[in-house]
């Protein structure tokens, strides 16, 4: 089974500012994907940022980043020039890859991180 | 497309009542699953189904009973709701063997 931490319940981070929130995981599956979710207030999943575990190059989508290490099994993302709208729940969340025979897998999901930007 | 939708929004039961959340989405998904928000615990797995008449338990199955009638259904019965069951449940769904998966809006669930 599969487990992901992640271990700041809450950050706080000025407006403009950059922020890292932290995930460690846990497999021992080889293949698979890395997620970032954003839950704001209006309570719906939005996904981030996705990492597949054979790239080795940390995927980037305009203002988040992530830092993936394999071996150390951690997963951040950062957050550049935060703004007002980044204030949300963050999830990190693991996904067996499914492999040639297609089938579905499941989200495991950490205990978030809730950010709140501020001016 | 209206994508994934749930119903309802908002919800108050007394304890031992029972009823359904609703699940349906228009994307043509074989997957289709029920997670459970809780406060400091994220979101845990309830049951999931591959496709129409197949079903199988997540982390969390207990309480709960679903079914998979129709590609695009994907209720969530509680048979007899419980105090612990108040939580805020999220339905999602995708194509078999992608990893990108499409969110419901959620319901919150209370039972008192």
């Known amino acids: 089974a599969q487990t992901v931490t992640q271990s700041q319940p809450e950050m706080s981070v000025q407006e403009a500012e950059t922020v890292t929130l932290s995930c460690t995981y846990d497999t021992s599956e080889n293949n698979y994907y890395l997620f970032w979710y954003k839950q704001p207030p209006s309570r719906q999943m939005i996904l981030v940022i996705r990492q597949e575990a054979y790239k080795q190059q940390n995927a980037t989508e305009n203002r988040f980043s992530v830092n993936f290490q394999k071996a150390a099994k951690s997963f951040s993302l950062k957050i550049s020039d935060s703004q007002l709208g980044d204030t949300a729940m963050y999830f990190c969340?693991?996904?067996?890859?499914?492999?040639?025979?297609?089938?579905?897998?499941?989200?495991?999901f950490g205990t978030g991180t809730r950010l709140q930007v501020t001016l | 497309n209206a994508g994934v939708t749930q119903t309802p929004k908002f919800q108050v039961l007394k304890t031992g009542q029972s009823m359904t959340l609703q699940c349906a989405q228009d994307?043509?998904?074989?997957?289709m699953s029920w997670y459970r928000q809780d406060p400091g615990m994220g979101l845990r797995l309830i049951h999931y189904s591959v496709g129409a008449g197949i079903t199988d338990q997540g982390e969390v199955p207990n309480g709960y009973n679903v079914s998979r009638s129709t590609t695009e259904d994907f209720p969530l019965r509680l048979l007899s709701a419980a105090p612990s069951q108040t939580s805020v449940y999220f339905c999602?769904?995708?194509?078999?063997?992608?990893?990108?998966?499409?969110f419901g809006p959620g319901t919150r669930l209370t039972v008192t």
């Open positions: 969340a693991f996904m067996k890859h499914a492999g040639v025979t297609g089938t579905a897998s499941k989200l495991t």
């Open positions: 994307m043509n998904h074989e997957y």
């Open positions: 999602a769904s995708s194509y078999l063997g992608a990893y990108e998966q499409y």
